[in-house]
């Protein structure tokens, strides 16, 4: 699976972006897709992750309430729509996938597949 990013760039703090992750995969039924984020100097984290595009999401509490992940099976492209965004977001924003049955859907770990990283950029 191959997976590319898109979406990232500069807001405002308290503005809004959107992040799309295209799989080169034709459905993404039994896949979890995820989006990490790693900042400066700090180590990666787990952001949000959809095992199935019925399911609530699941969200690291640092953006819960402001981040919404929402994916297309049809379009195999998942989304990350960031509300409120605040200085403390800026990282490089990174998609992933893994077969819903192996792993955590927090643990990189258990992510296979990558796709590159996008920058965003939240100024005070």
């Known amino acids: 699976v191959q997976l590319q990013a898109f979406g990232g760039g500069w807001v405002q703090a308290g503005g809004s972006l959107r992040l799309s992750c295209a799989a080169s995969?034709?459905?993404?039924?039994?896949?979890?897709m995820g989006w990490f984020r790693r900042a400066p100097g700090k180590e990666r984290e787990f952001v949000a992750a959809?095992?199935?595009?019925?399911?609530?999401?699941y969200y690291a509490d640092s953006v819960k309430g402001r981040f919404a992940i929402f994916r297309d099976n049809v379009e195999s492209t998942v989304y990350l729509q960031m509300d409120s965004l605040e200085p403390e977001d800026t990282a490089v924003y990174y998609c992933?996938?893994?077969?819903?049955?192996?792993?955590?859907?927090?643990?990189?770990?258990?992510?296979?597949?990558w796709g590159q990283g996008t920058q965003v950029t939240v100024s005070s």
């Open positions: 992933a996938a893994k077969h819903s049955v192996s792993g955590k859907h927090y643990d990189a770990q258990a992510y296979n597949y």
């Open positions: 959809m095992s199935r595009n019925t399911d609530p999401g």
């Open positions: 995969r034709r459905t993404l039924t039994g896949i979890t």
